[in-house]
C-alpha cells in the first residue's frame, strides 16, 4: 500500500449517514446497540491508515491519504483500492477516487462514504463529486443520517433530533445546506422503515429544519396522507410557525370532535398556539397558549379554553363558558414576583368540559400574585388575591373573598440583646371584602332562605402581632415560655342574626396569649439483633402545650376573611407524641431507577408548574445513586386538645359548625357544633419501606360520639415496570342542625390504579383507574390508557368514562399517533393523560 500525506480541505458539515440501529429520539427510547441486522460502517479505528492518520495529526499534519494503488499526473492523483482520506474530523472512502490538487475537487466511485463533522454526519452514495475547499458537491444514490456516532458496532446518540433519509440525488450547495431530490425521510430503522415521508424535493438546513415538499406520508410503506409542504426539525431547539397535526376523537356527549391548531414561533423566548375544536353535538371550542422566557429565573404561561355551546335538551340548555389561566415568575430589584391567575366563567361549564375528573368537580378558583423578599431574618410579602367557591352549578351562586391589596411583614425568632430571650413578630395591612349569594333550603317542611351578604368594597384591617419567648434546656427537657399579644383594627363589623350585616363601625380586637411548650427527653432504642438484613431503632418524642387566649370578647362581630379572623379565647392543654421506627442497611444496595407511572400516585403532591422550555437532566443522563442505609420506616404521630374553657369565650354557636384558631390548628375537620372539653384523637400513619413504596392513613376518631370523622387511607407501590395505587376516603360532617341543609353528611369514595410500562417504553404499556361512591354506591370515573410504541413511532388509545353528578354522563374516546421528532397526530393532550 502506498501511503502519503497531503493537506486537504474537506466538508464541514454533512448531514447524511446510513441509519444502521435503531434511532434514539426525545420521544422514544433506544434499542440496543449491535441488535440491528443492517449493514453497519466500517469499523476505522484500528486501520493501518486510522493509526498513520492519528501520528500524522499529533505532528500537526490534518491530512492522511491512503491507497493500495496511486497515480500522479501533475496536480491529479489517481488512487484505485481501498481509498481513505482523512481530513480534520472527516473521513471520506472510496473504492476509487481521482482528487485535484489545483481545484481541490474530488471524484469518488465505488461504496462511496463520507463520515463526520460537527453533527456527526454520514452520507452513503454509489459515486459523487466534492469540492474539499467549497465544501460543495453533489451525491447519487444516497442513504445518510445525521446525528449519530458510529464505534464500530455501538451507536452514540449526538443529537436530541436524529433523522434518516434517503435520495436519488443530493446537492449540497453550501457548508450546512442541502437539497434531496426524489427521496424520503424518517427516523426509523432503515431498509423498512415503520413510517416515511416521500417527497419530490428535500431541503436541509443543519441545525434547523427540513423541509419537504410535495410529499406523500407512507405508513408501513401504504401511503395515508399528501402534504404540499411538511417541515421536520433537524436539532430540538429549532421552532417554527406552521400549523400542526389535526386531533380527532369520539364522545358521548360532545359527538364527533376534529380539531386543530396553528403554532407561531414568535422569537427565540416566546411562542403561541391558536387552535379551534369542532364538537359535533354542541359547538366550537377555543384553545390559545402563550409562553414567553425573558431569562432563565422568569417566565409567562397564559392559557385560555373556551366553548361556545349550542346547548343540549329541549329547550336547550347551554353550558358554555371560558376559563383563563396565567402562571409566571421572575425577579424584580431583589423582590421575587409570583403570579397564578385563574379566570372561570361558570361552575356549569368546568363540570361540563373539563375532561380530568378531579378537575372537573373542584369547586374553588384561586388567583394570587405577589411580590416577597426576605433578608436577615424578616420577610416583606405584598399581594393581591381573590378566592371563589361555587355553591352550586346555577349562576351567581358563588362566595368570594378577596384581598387587595395586602401587605405582610414578619420576621423569625431573634436574640434579644444578651438576654435568654427571643422576639419576632407578624403583621399584616389588608384591603379586604366578602360577598355571599343568597341561599335558600329545599325543605317541604320549613323553607326558606338566607339573604345576600356583603362588605364595603374595601374594609380595611391592620392586624399585629408581637411575641417574646424564653427557650430553656435542662439535661434533655425542653421548656418554651412565650407570650403574644395581638392587636387587630377593622372598618367595619358584623351585627345581627343568620348571615348578619357588614356596617361601617370600626372594630378592636384586642388578645393576649400565654403559652408554655414541654419537650421531654427523647426516649429511645437501638436494636442489637438484626431484621431482614437491617439494624433498627426506635424513637418516641412525646410533647405538651398549655395555652391560654384571653380578650376576645367580641368574636361575633369580627369578620371573617381568612385564619387572622378565627382567633378566639381558649383554655387548653394540648398533648400527643411522635413514634418513629429507624432502619439502617450495613451495605450499599441501589435505588431501582426505572421510570414509574407517577402521575397514577393516589395522593400525591400536586406536580409543579411547568416552566416554558425548562431544560431538565433526563433520568438516563444520572447515574443510580445507593439506596439511604439509613430510612424512617413508620412514624406515628398521635395528637389531641383538652378544652377547659368548652365554649371558647362565648365564641361557639350551639348547632352549628364552628371554625376556630385552636381546632385549624389540630385538624381540618370541623367537629365543635357544641360545648365539648375532649377534642378528636387525630392520628397520623405513614409507612415508607423504600423509595417506591409507601402508605399513609390519616384519621380523626371523636370519642365524645364514638365515631371516625375522618378517614383518608393511601397505598402506593412500585415494583419493575408496575405500579399500583389505591385509596379509600371518609368524612363524616358534623352538619348544620338548621333545616337548610341538604348536603350528604357521609362520603365514602375510593381511588384505584393500576399500570405496566411508561409513556415512552419500547414496546407496550397500560394503566386504568377508577373511582367508586360507595354511600352512592355508583362509579365517579373509569379511565383506561395503553401504548405500543415502536423505533420511532407510537400509537396511544384512551377510554374515560364520567359521571358527574346531574350534569355529565360522558364516554370518551381518543388516541394519539406520535411520530418521533415530527408531531403527534389525535386528541390526547400530555397533561390529560394517565401516564
Known amino acids: 500500500m502506498t501511503l502519503r500525506n497531503r493537506f486537504l480541505i474537506t466538508a464541514a458539515v454533512l448531514c447524511h449517514l446510513v441509519l444502521v440501529l435503531p434511532l434514539v429520539t426525545s420521544q422514544l427510547p433506544p434499542g440496543k446497540a449491535g441488535t440491528s441486522a443492517l449493514e453497519k460502517p466500517a469499523p476505522a479505528p484500528t486501520t493501518p491508515c486510522a493509526l498513520a492518520a492519528a501520528a500524522q495529526k499529533e505532528k500537526g499534519d490534518v491530512n492522511t491519504i491512503c491507497a493500495i494503488q496511486q497515480e500522479e499526473e501533475g496536480s491529479v492523483y489517481k488512487l484505485h483500492g481501498a481509498v481513505e482520506i482523512y481530513y480534520g474530523s472527516y473521513i471520506l472512502r472510496a473504492d476509487e477516487a481521482t482528487y485535484n490538487s489545483d481545484t481541490r475537487e474530488a471524484t469518488a466511485t465505488g461504496h462511496f462514504t463520507l463520515d463526520g463533522g460537527p453533527n456527526d454526519d454520514h452520507i452513503r452514495a454509489s459515486h459523487g463529486t466534492y469540492n474539499l475547499a467549497l465544501e460543495t458537491g453533489r451525491f447519487y444514490d444516497v442513504t445518510g443520517t445525521t446525528g449519530l456516532l458510529f464505534r464500530g458496532n455501538q451507536v452514540i446518540l449526538t443529537s436530541t433530533a436524529p433523522f434518516a433519509f434517503t435520495g436519488k440525488i443530493v446537492d449540497k450547495t453550501s457548508p450546512e445546506h442541502y437539497l434531496v431530490y426524489d427521496g424520503t425521510i424518517t427516523t426509523c430503522e432503515l431498509p423498512h422503515p415503520k413510517w416515511q415521508f416521500e417527497a419530490r424535493k428535500v431541503i436541509v438546513d443543519v441545525g434547523g429544519n427540513a423541509k419537504i415538499y410535495r410529499s406523500s406520508f407512507l405508513l408501513h410503506g401504504i401511503p395515508m396522507l399528501y402534504f404540499p409542504f411538511v417541515t421536520h426539525p433537524v436539532e430540538k431547539e429549532s421552532r417554527q410557525s406552521g400549523f400542526l397535526m389535526p386531533s380527532v376523537a369520539r364522545s358521548s356527549t360532545k359527538g364527533n370532535v376534529v380539531g386543530d391548531a396553528y403554532y407561531w414561533a414568535i422569537n427565540r423566548m416566546m411562542d403561541a398556539t391558536l387552535g379551534a375544536e369542532y364538537f359535533s353535538l354542541r359547538g366550537w371550542s377555543q384553545r390559545g397558549e402563550f409562553r414567553a422566557r425573558p431569562s432563565e429565573t422568569s417566565y409567562v404561561d397564559l392559557n385560555y379554553f373556551g366553548v361556545i355551546d349550542r346547548g343540549i335538551g329541549s329547550p336547550p340548555l347551554k353550558e358554555g363558558g371560558e376559563n383563563v389561566r396565567l402562571n409566571s415568575a421572575g425577579n424584580i430589584d431583589g423582590f421575587r414576583a409570583v403570579a397564578n391567575i385563574d379566570y372561570l366563567s361558570s361552575f356549569l361549564f368546568r363540570l361540563a368540559f373539563n375532561e380530568v375528573f378531579t378537575q372537573a368537580v373542584y369547586s374553588e378558583v384561586k388567583s394570587q400574585a405577589f411580590l416577597s423578599k426576605s433578608t436577615e431574618g424578616f420577610n416583606l410579602n405584598g399581594f393581591v388575591e381573590r378566592y371563589q367557591n361555587f355553591l352550586s352549578t346555577t349562576p351567581g351562586q358563588v362566595v368570594t373573598i378577596s384581598h387587595a391589596p395586602s401587605l405582610d411583614f414578619s420576621s423569625v425568632d431573634q436574640k434579644l440583646g444578651r438576654s435568654p430571650l427571643y422576639w419576632s413578630f407578624d403583621s399584616s395591612a389588608a384591603g379586604l371584602s366578602r360577598s355571599e349569594p343568597e341561599q335558600c333550603s329545599s325543605s317541604t317542611f320549613l323553607p326558606f332562605c338566607t339573604p345576600p351578604f356583603r362588605t364595603g368594597n374595601l374594609l380595611e384591617r391592620f392586624d399585629l402581632n408581637p411575641e417574646i419567648s424564653l427557650p430553656l434546656l435542662f439535661r434533655g427537657w425542653s421548656l418554651r415560655p412565650e407570650l403574644t399579644l395581638h392587636e387587630t383594627y377593622y372598618t367595619e363589623r358584623l351585627v345581627g342574626e343568620g348571615p348578619g350585616q357588614a356596617v361601617t363601625d370600626a372594630l378592636n380586637r384586642q388578645a393576649l396569649e400565654a403559652a408554655v411548650e414541654l419537650r421531654p427527653p427523647v426516649v429511645e432504642r437501638i436494636f442489637d439483633k438484626e431484621f431482614l438484613g437491617r439494624k433498627w431503632k426506635h424513637v418516641i418524642e412525646p410533647r405538651a402545650v398549655y395555652r391560654f387566649v384571653t380578650g376576645v370578647n367580641n368574636f361575633a362581630n369580627v369578620l371573617k376573611f381568612d385564619e387572622r379572623d378565627i382567633l378566639t379565647d381558649t383554655h387548653e392543654v394540648e398533648y400527643g407524641f411522635v413514634t418513629r421506627l429507624y432502619a439502617k442497611r ?112 390519616d384519621m380523626d376518631y371523636d370519642f365524645q360520639n364514638n365515631r371516625v370523622n375522618a378517614s383518608t387511607l393511601l397505598a402506593n407501590y412500585h415494583i419493575g415496570q408496575v405500579t399500583i395505587s389505591g385509596g379509600d376516603a371518609f368524612l363524616q360532617t358534623p352538619g348544620p342542625t338548621a333545616p337548610s341543609a341538604t348536603s350528604p353528611s357521609r362520603f365514602d369514595q375510593y381511588r384505584a390504579a393500576l399500570g405496566y410500562g411508561r409513556s415512552n417504553k419500547r414496546g407496550f404499556s397500560a394503566a386504568g383507574s377508577f373511582g367508586f361512591d360507595a354511600e352512592s354506591k355508583s362509579l365517579q370515573f373509569v379511565s383506561a390508557q395503553t401504548t405500543y410504541n415502536w423505533d420511532c413511532c407510537g400509537m396511544t388509545m384512551e377510554y374515560r368514562s364520567y359521571s358527574v353528578a346531574n350534569v355529565r354522563n360522558d364516554n370518551l374516546f381518543r388516541f394519539t399517533f406520535t411520530l418521533a421528532n415530527i408531531a403527534s397526530f389525535g386528541s390526547l393532550r400530555q397533561q390529560e393523560r394517565l401516564y
Not at 664 to 679: C, E, K, Y
Open 586 to 697: 450495613n451495605f450499599q444496595k441501589p435505588e431501582d431507577c426505572d421510570t414509574i407511572m407517577s402521575a397514577l400516585t393516589v395522593g400525591g403532591a400536586t406536580p409543579e408548574l411547568v416552566v416554558p422550555w425548562q431544560h431538565t437532566n433526563p433520568v438516563a443522563d444520572r447515574p443510580c445513586q445507593g439506596g439511604p442505609q439509613t430510612r424512617e420506616i413508620v412514624t406515628l404521630e398521635l395528637e389531641q386538645k383538652y378544652f377547659l374553657d368548652p365554649t371558647f369565650g362565648g365564641a361557639l354557636v350551639r348547632g352549628q359548625r364552628n371554625v376556630f384558631t385552636t381546632t385549624v390548628d389540630l385538624t381540618g375537620i370541623a367537629f365543635l357544633t357544641q360545648p365539648r372539653h375532649l377534642s378528636p384523637l387525630i392520628s397520623r400513619l405513614r409507612v415508607e419501606t423504600s423509595s417506591r413504596t409507601d402508605a399513609e392513613w
